[in-house]
Protein backbone atom coordinates (compact mmCIF):
# COMPACT_ATOMS: atom_id res chain seq x y z
CA UNK A 1 0.00 0.00 0.00
CA UNK A 2 2.69 2.77 0.71
CA UNK A 3 3.77 2.44 -3.05
CA UNK A 4 0.16 3.05 -3.80
CA UNK A 5 0.62 6.29 -1.64
CA UNK A 6 3.41 7.45 -3.44
CA UNK A 7 1.85 6.82 -6.32
CA UNK A 8 -0.97 8.62 -6.04
CA UNK A 9 0.81 11.43 -4.49
CA UNK A 10 2.91 11.49 -7.36
CA UNK A 11 0.33 11.78 -9.36
CA UNK A 12 -1.54 14.49 -7.82
CA UNK A 13 2.18 16.65 -7.80
CA UNK A 14 2.40 16.05 -11.79
CA UNK A 15 -1.52 16.87 -11.75
CA UNK A 16 -0.88 20.37 -9.64
CA UNK A 17 2.60 20.75 -12.06
CA UNK A 18 0.96 20.79 -15.42
CA UNK A 19 -2.14 22.36 -14.60
CA UNK A 20 0.28 25.63 -12.56
CA UNK A 21 1.83 25.42 -15.95
CA UNK A 22 -1.26 25.45 -18.18
CA UNK A 23 -2.72 28.15 -15.74
CA UNK A 24 0.54 30.68 -16.72
CA UNK A 25 -0.01 30.33 -21.12
CA UNK A 26 -1.83 32.52 -22.34
CA UNK A 27 -3.56 32.79 -25.51
CA UNK A 28 -5.31 35.28 -27.72
CA UNK A 29 -6.47 36.50 -30.88
CA UNK A 30 -5.56 39.49 -32.88
CA UNK A 31 -7.78 41.59 -35.47
CA UNK A 32 -7.98 44.67 -37.24
CA UNK A 33 -10.63 47.42 -36.74
CA UNK A 34 -11.29 50.99 -38.01
CA UNK A 35 -12.96 53.86 -36.33
CA UNK A 36 -13.83 57.88 -36.22
CA UNK A 37 -13.61 60.97 -33.92
CA UNK A 38 -14.02 64.02 -34.41
CA UNK A 39 -12.98 67.75 -33.76
CA UNK A 40 -13.99 70.84 -33.89
CA UNK A 41 -12.37 74.03 -35.18
CA UNK A 42 -12.99 76.96 -33.00
CA UNK A 43 -14.83 81.02 -34.08
CA UNK A 44 -13.03 84.24 -33.23
CA UNK A 45 -14.82 87.25 -31.02
CA UNK A 46 -14.98 90.39 -32.76
CA UNK A 47 -12.08 92.62 -31.54
CA UNK A 48 -12.70 96.37 -30.01
CA UNK A 49 -10.63 99.30 -31.67
CA UNK A 50 -9.46 101.60 -29.39
CA UNK A 51 -9.10 105.16 -30.64
CA UNK A 52 -6.02 106.38 -28.38
CA UNK A 53 -5.56 109.82 -29.97
CA UNK A 54 -6.90 112.86 -28.23
CA UNK A 55 -8.51 114.92 -31.23
CA UNK A 56 -9.24 118.86 -29.57
CA UNK A 57 -9.79 121.94 -30.92
CA UNK A 58 -11.33 121.17 -34.51
CA UNK A 59 -12.28 124.49 -36.01
CA UNK A 60 -14.20 125.33 -39.70
CA UNK A 61 -11.26 124.42 -42.41
CA UNK A 62 -8.98 123.50 -40.33
CA UNK A 63 -6.52 120.55 -40.96
CA UNK A 64 -7.29 117.50 -40.62
CA UNK A 65 -5.86 115.96 -37.28
CA UNK A 66 -4.45 112.07 -37.64
CA UNK A 67 -7.00 109.53 -35.54
CA UNK A 68 -4.75 106.36 -34.27
CA UNK A 69 -5.46 103.98 -31.98
CA UNK A 70 -5.54 100.02 -30.66
CA UNK A 71 -7.05 96.84 -30.23
CA UNK A 72 -8.35 95.02 -27.35
CA UNK A 73 -8.37 91.18 -28.69
CA UNK A 74 -10.15 88.84 -26.56
CA UNK A 75 -10.00 85.74 -28.44
CA UNK A 76 -7.11 82.82 -27.28
CA UNK A 77 -4.54 83.59 -30.44
CA UNK A 78 -3.50 86.33 -32.47
CA UNK A 79 -6.27 87.83 -35.35
CA UNK A 80 -5.22 89.04 -38.50
CA UNK A 81 -6.42 92.50 -39.47
CA UNK A 82 -6.58 94.04 -42.34
CA UNK A 83 -7.49 97.77 -42.01
CA UNK A 84 -9.37 100.02 -39.33
CA UNK A 85 -12.29 102.01 -41.05
CA UNK A 86 -14.37 105.05 -39.94
CA UNK A 87 -18.40 105.05 -40.04
CA UNK A 88 -19.55 108.12 -41.56
CA UNK A 89 -21.41 110.29 -40.49
CA UNK A 90 -19.79 110.77 -36.71
CA UNK A 91 -22.38 111.23 -34.07
CA UNK A 92 -22.92 114.59 -32.50
CA UNK A 93 -23.86 114.86 -28.86
CA UNK A 94 -26.88 115.46 -28.41
CA UNK A 95 -26.79 119.02 -26.56
CA UNK A 96 -24.81 120.11 -29.62
CA UNK A 97 -27.18 118.41 -32.34
CA UNK A 98 -30.32 120.03 -30.66
CA UNK A 99 -28.62 123.21 -31.23
CA UNK A 100 -27.67 122.65 -34.88
CA UNK A 101 -24.48 120.84 -35.05
CA UNK A 102 -24.70 118.45 -38.04
CA UNK A 103 -23.14 115.31 -38.77
CA UNK A 104 -21.98 116.62 -41.63
CA UNK A 105 -20.26 119.54 -40.64
CA UNK A 106 -17.28 116.67 -39.89
CA UNK A 107 -15.27 114.72 -42.63
CA UNK A 108 -13.49 111.27 -41.94
CA UNK A 109 -10.60 110.24 -44.50
CA UNK A 110 -7.60 108.67 -45.08
CA UNK A 111 -6.73 105.02 -44.82
CA UNK A 112 -5.53 103.07 -41.95
CA UNK A 113 -4.54 99.94 -43.28
CA UNK A 114 -2.96 97.64 -40.69
CA UNK A 115 -2.26 94.24 -42.38
CA UNK A 116 -0.54 92.61 -39.30
CA UNK A 117 -1.71 89.94 -36.81
CA UNK A 118 -3.21 91.78 -33.32
CA UNK A 119 -1.85 89.49 -30.34
CA UNK A 120 -4.15 88.60 -27.59
CA UNK A 121 -4.58 91.36 -25.04
CA UNK A 122 -5.91 94.47 -24.27
CA UNK A 123 -4.60 97.65 -25.74
CA UNK A 124 -2.55 95.72 -28.50
CA UNK A 125 -1.45 96.18 -32.10
CA UNK A 126 -1.46 99.81 -33.75
CA UNK A 127 -3.61 101.36 -36.23
CA UNK A 128 -3.24 104.91 -37.58
CA UNK A 129 -3.86 106.93 -40.86
CA UNK A 130 -7.24 107.91 -40.47
CA UNK A 131 -8.14 111.67 -40.43
CA UNK A 132 -11.40 113.89 -38.74
CA UNK A 133 -11.85 117.59 -39.58
CA UNK A 134 -14.83 120.40 -39.63
CA UNK A 135 -15.43 121.25 -42.75
CA UNK A 136 -15.44 125.14 -44.04
CA UNK A 137 -19.23 125.45 -44.91
CA UNK A 138 -21.29 128.71 -46.05
CA UNK A 139 -23.33 128.84 -42.71
CA UNK A 140 -22.60 129.54 -39.07
CA UNK A 141 -20.88 126.32 -37.37
CA UNK A 142 -21.20 127.98 -34.12
CA UNK A 143 -23.81 125.11 -32.74
CA UNK A 144 -20.45 122.64 -33.08
CA UNK A 145 -18.48 125.03 -30.92
CA UNK A 146 -18.04 122.57 -27.86
CA UNK A 147 -19.05 119.74 -29.37
CA UNK A 148 -17.77 116.15 -29.01
CA UNK A 149 -18.47 113.36 -31.85
CA UNK A 150 -18.25 110.29 -31.74
CA UNK A 151 -16.82 107.94 -34.36
CA UNK A 152 -17.76 104.79 -34.92
CA UNK A 153 -15.07 102.36 -35.87
CA UNK A 154 -14.83 98.40 -37.84
CA UNK A 155 -12.03 96.45 -38.45
CA UNK A 156 -11.96 94.21 -41.75
Not at 17 to 41: K, M, R
Not at 93 to 106: E, P, Q, V
Request: glycine residues 12%.
Amino acid sequence: MRNSKKKVIGAAAVGAVALTIGGVALAYWTNSGSGSGTATTGTTADIAVNQTSAITGLYPGGQAQTLSGNFDNNNASAVFVESVSATSPVTVDSTHATAGCLAADYVLGGTATVHAEVPHGTSVGTWTGLTIRLADSAISQDACKGATVTIAYTSN
